[in-house]
């Protein structure tokens, strides 16, 4: 018997397949990049967060896509999963997004969307987005849902780590704009409808119709260039039988700036009037159960400098964007010998000044408004001013690079009381600094480099009491730091300081001290670290956070980064928000990113 051989089965049904496959991705264009981060510390402040982030590019057609695994991340609810995506098609003038939608229009006024995950904010849009641009004219419309998370006290299972009240809003917006030689005009619109959850424990909600309008116009020459923006917007609630809405809350919203090029100097002036709705000071950020402000989506300047300074940056000013008015001014100007001086002031407060009332045994608060266009120096209108003025320069054929700063602001954040008549009486919290932030960096040949560091501060921070009975005076001032349980002091001194060494472009370590010499109570213990027992030989290392920082440049596309020692808490802040990020106490932190 002849036994015939199997037949084979035939590949030329799966070669049209695999060369079309071949093709196609061929023909796409593959980036992306990876960023994985890990912190262990004795305190608890640990996380394991990496978020890969995939870019393709075929043709008209673009892909966003971003995984993310976090258990925990160190702000943030816990992830696992793909987190966003984000499908694009561009031809000619017409652009069309699908997914994730983040945009701005104009200034912030009325759309201003971003993802930063070091705050743990994301007011973006998962929805559809339609641009066409013929010509001059751009015409963009905007619809989805949101879904806005922050963090509250007035909800139970609050945490600095992580948000605990979240509520879903249906949008839609529109934005069409004109562009001149030079100048430009344009005009927004959105509208959200929210399901708005009260209560402690989120057992109640009331419907909400934001709508928000706006108009603007810019133009730019040579030797300047201004913008103006004006929004307003409307809050109304609907009856959950009849659906019939009724008004909530209106308010308005102004941004202005000019920027002027008198020669070899640069002057800009910034101008904010931000009167969305007008909270008392005890109910100032309590968004939750007095509704009807400004809403994440929205995110307008701050009109005030935002510091890269350590210290500089935990005092950053916390902008309300519902009750704001203020102003911001800016001069560039060079210097001899390759060095560029800046000059930076600001200032703002609320609209009205706000003041106690008694009615038998319950206080209250009534208002009266600052009769100017500009801001109130009066403590009952928090008033908020500061200077920072900087050199900044080279020498030695560019081998030297220096900066010094110098920073002072005065803050009021909070009202206690404002008793007005024959005898007043106002108590309010109170912060005032006075900063010195310093950087020398040399390059020593041999691609290896040295940089140094060194900020110094002085800060007060506490309660202020003046009563005035018949024209006599008395001002009371209550710091809040202790240099021990029982032994207050006046100031806090802060102390910065990082030394590095790196040898471009391979690696860099740095020795990083953060100090204070007394502290607000409850008293930071923080264990000692092999680090601060080897640092003890040489310093003092009370109240001082040590840390040792090595980063490895493995090629252009790789960086590790790794840290072991203990960190000082205090504020991150971007975009007018701020969150606090608590210390890290005898840990080791790592972090690796890739670009591909």
């Not at 993310?68 to 160190?74: A, V």
């Not at 995950?117 to 004219?137: S, V």
């Not at 100017?372 to 120096?377: A, E, F, H, I, Q």
Request: hydrophobic letters at 35%; charged letters at 20%.
């Amino acid at each position: 018997m002849v036994t015939r051989p199997k037949k084979q089965p035939s590949n030329f049904g799966l070669l049209p397949l695999i060369l079309w496959c071949g093709f196609l991705f061929g023909q796409i264009s593959f980036t992306g990049d990876l960023s994985t981060r890990f912190g262990d510390s004795k305190n608890g402040y640990n996380y394991s967060e990496s978020i890969l982030n995939t870019f393709l590019n075929w043709n008209r057609y673009q892909a966003w896509i971003e995984y993310e695994y976090s258990q925990p991340p160190e702000l943030g609810q816990n992830f696992n999963g793909f987190r966003k995506l984000r499908l694009e098609y561009s031809n000619g003038p017409l652009g069309v997004k699908v997914g994730d939608i983040y945009e701005i229009w104009g200034r912030g006024l009325v759309l201003n969307q971003f993802d930063d995950q070091l705050i743990d904010l994301d007011n973006g849009i998962r929805g559809a987005y339609l641009e066409y641009q013929p010509g001059r004219l751009s015409v963009k419309i905007l619809n989805g849902n949101g879904n806005l998370s922050r963090r509250s006290i007035e909800v139970a299972g609050f945490s600095d780590r992580k948000s605990n009240y979240s509520a879903r809003h249906q949008v839609f917006g529109s934005d069409l704009s004109y562009t001149g030689e030079n100048y430009s005009v344009g005009s927004s619109f959105l509208q959200t409808r929210e399901n708005h959850r009260t209560g402690i424990f989120m057992d109640d909600s009331v419907s909400l119709v934001h709508r928000i309008r706006s108009v603007r116009g810019e133009i730019y020459l040579s030797w300047m260039d201004g913008y103006i923006e004006y929004a307003d917007k409307t809050v109304h609630s609907l009856d959950p039988f009849t659906q019939l809405p009724s008004e909530e809350n209106q308010g308005h919203g102004m941004y202005g700036n000019i920027n002027w090029y008198p020669g070899i100097f640069s002057i800009s002036l910034d101008y904010k009037n931000y009167q969305f709705i007008e909270l008392d000071p005890f109910y100032r950020w309590s968004t939750i159960s007095n509704y009807g402000g400004v809403i994440d989506f929205q995110n307008p300047p701050t009109v005030f400098r935002e510091h890269t300074s350590v210290l500089l940056s935990r005092l950053t000013h916390q902008i309300d964007f519902n009750d704001d008015l203020g102003w911001q001014l800016e001069l560039n100007s060079p210097l001899p010998g390759d060095a560029s001086l800046l000059i930076n002031l600001s200032q703002s407060s609320r609209h009205s000044e706000w003041i106690t009332t008694q009615d038998g045994w319950l206080y209250g608060w009534t208002s009266r408004p600052v009769e100017s266009l500009l801001p109130s120096d009066n403590p009952a209108a928090y008033p908020f001013r500061e200077l920072y003025t900087e050199i900044e320069g080279f020498a030695r054929d560019n081998r030297i690079h220096y900066r010094v700063g110098y920073g002072w602001m005065k803050d009021i954040s909070g009202l206690f009381i404002n008793i007005e008549g024959d005898t007043s009486l106002i108590n309010y919290e109170y912060k005032q600094a006075l900063t010195v932030p310093t950087l020398f960096s040399w390059d020593v040949g041999n691609r290896y480099s040295l940089e140094v560091k060194w900020e110094f501060q002085t800060l007060w921070q506490g309660s202020v009491m003046t009563t005035d009975t018949s024209g006599n005076r008395e001002t009371i001032r209550s710091s809040v730091f202790y240099k021990a349980e029982q032994e207050r002091a006046p100031f806090q001194h802060n102390r910065f300081f990082d030394l590095s060494l790196s040898r471009s472009p391979g690696w860099s370590v740095s020795l990083l001290i953060d100090a204070v010499d007394a502290e607000e109570p409850p008293f930071h213990v923080s264990p000692v670290n092999a680090l601060e027992k080897l640092m003890s030989h040489l310093i003092d290392i009370d109240r001082k956070w040590i840390a040792l920082e090595v980063v490895f440049n493995i090629n252009p596309q790789n960086r590790l980064t790794l840290m072991y020692g203990s960190q000082k808490g205090g504020l991150v802040c971007s975009n007018g928000v701020c969150r606090y990020v608590g210390a890290f106490d005898d840990g080791f932190k790592l972090a690796l990113t890739s670009i591909f």
